[in-house]
């Protein structure tokens, strides 16, 4: 059986998991991206029944509710009261129990040849300042995730430090081979609800770090236990298909947007935790029989403009942003996205000065224009 245990705020303590404990090993079970990739191990219908052990006071039960709100917020996931006669749970026979049972742990995935699978979360993970985002991470295993920092690409994003890694946890740094899972084009996300802290499972977790990050900017951001990040939710909408369900003639036009289980495209937000539905003027929603119709604008300078023209008034093409290295705005100036900057050609505008949103382009004796881009009204 596959269990993942998790010692965010037990340290020490034993806690269930699976797997060689050898820091060469990796790990050779299947999944998708993060997410697991049998059919079978996944929820149907997108719904999961739940139960509570005895000894769960109405507070502890409370926080758990609170990290089921955030995991169906902006998905089509649905948490079941087993026990409650209203609630139809479509004769699902599986079902989490949520115990107290030696730290914070979870199987991944639904176990489909056994009904009851446990989730642990004992006193010191509920009444833990982080409480509600250690559930939410323990039930994301439950959903389907594994661990951000297991992709098979993770060490072009941060680098294991296994000497500062305590006996017997080298296991949970473990990776698995490209030929096990689908990317779906999600890049490796740090913010990651998935994902661990620097210091986890070190020898000393004031001075020790275990996972370090290339890009320096997340090395304190890595594990943060706040919110989903826009890529956890992305992929829960990926993995149960909750766009299903929407008009097929519907579609999503901004950048790296999706489709929601509303049927509206939701958007990161500029943090890169949570979504947000997309300004209206930046979805596509082609009408049947007519072709569709795309509204392309801006809003005040467009510093918030994320729309895809990448051509000037005059006509000239935009350069890619990972093309101006020798120029102001380049996605060295603005890495990770900043003010939209990335590789890309679209017309952005990060400086607030700016009247409306441009872009440089290669004729020399123009070297930038403003952009052929309406605004919105």
């Known amino acids: 059986m596959v269990t993942h245990g998790e010692a965010l705020v037990v340290a020490g303590r034993r806690v269930k998991q699976a797997g060689s404990t050898s820091p060469q090993n990796v790990v050779r079970r299947r999944i998708k991206r993060k997410a697991i990739r049998s059919q079978h191990m996944r929820w149907p219908y997108a719904t999961i029944p739940y139960i509570f052990d005895q000894d769960f006071s109405d507070s502890d039960k409370d926080i758990v509710h609170q990290a089921m709100r955030r ?215 082609v009408v049947h029989g007519y072709g569709g119709h795309y509204l392309d604008c801006y809003e005040g300078t467009g510093t918030t403009y994320r729309g895809t023209r990448s051509w000037t008034r005059s006509g000239h093409t935009c350069m890619n942003w990972a093309n101006t290295l020798d120029r102001d705005v380049s996605i060295l100036t603005y890495p990770n996205s900043a003010g939209g900057i990335g590789n890309h050609n679209y017309c952005r505008n990060p400086y607030a000065g700016s009247p409306q949103p441009w872009c440089y382009v290669s004729d020399i004796r123009v070297f930038w224009e403003y952009c052929d881009i309406p605004r919105c009204q």
Not at 104 to 129: H, I, R, Y
Not at 171 to 197: G, V
Not at 214 to 219: E, G, L, N, T, V
């Open 71 to 285: 995991w169906e917020e902006h998905t089509c996931l649905k948490f079941v009261a087993r026990d409650n006669p209203q609630e139809n749970i479509l004769a699902i026979n599986n079902y989490i129990h949520f115990v107290k049972s030696g730290g914070c742990w979870s199987k991944v995935g639904m176990f489909w040849w056994t009904p009851e699978q446990k989730l642990s979360l004992d006193n010191e993970c509920l009444q833990n300042k982080n409480g509600v985002a250690i559930a939410m991470h323990e039930i994301g295993h439950a959903i389907g995730f594994f661990h951000e920092h297991a992709r098979p690409d993770r060490d072009d994003y941060v680098t294991i430090e296994w000497d500062n890694i305590r006996w017997g946890r080298y296991r949970h740094f473990s990776k698995f081979y490209w030929n096990m899972i689908e990317t779906f084009d999600i890049p490796y996300d740090y913010l990651s609800i998935m994902h661990y802290s620097d210091n986890e499972f070190s020898w000393d977790s004031k001075t020790l770090r275990t996972i370090k990050t290339r890009d320096p900017s997340f090395q304190n951001i890595i594990g943060q236990r706040i919110s989903l990040s826009y890529y956890d939710i992305k992929m829960t909408n990926d993995m149960y298909s909750c766009a299903a369900r929407c008009p097929y003639y519907q579609r999503c036009t901004y950048p790296n947007s999706f489709l929601g289980p509303t049927c509206r495209c939701l958007c990161p937000n500029y943090h890169g935790l949570g979504a947000k539905e997309c300004p209206v003027n930046n979805a596509i929603q």
